[in-house]
């Protein structure tokens, strides 16, 4: 269906994963475009029910001095 970069093979695993959590993040500043995005992902559900993505511990965080 046109979905051939999806294909599971380990080295395609961190940009999918990084569509995915870009097409979350988009969701509430486009969420017509998100939503469309998700979808043609292969998803069934909406991107609004998706959790928003956990941030990182301050201490874990690139700080610089």
């Not at 097409?23 to 909406?46: K, M, Q």
Request: glycine residues 4%.
């Amino acid at each position: 269906q046109g979905k051939w970069w999806f294909k599971s093979t380990p080295l395609l695993f961190p940009i999918k994963s990084s569509i995915h959590l870009l097409v979350t993040l988009l969701a509430p500043f486009a969420p017509h475009i998100a939503e469309e995005l998700w979808h043609r992902l292969g998803h069934a559900d909406s991107v609004h029910q998706q959790a928003w993505p956990p941030s990182l511990p301050p201490d874990s965080q690139n700080s610089s001095p």
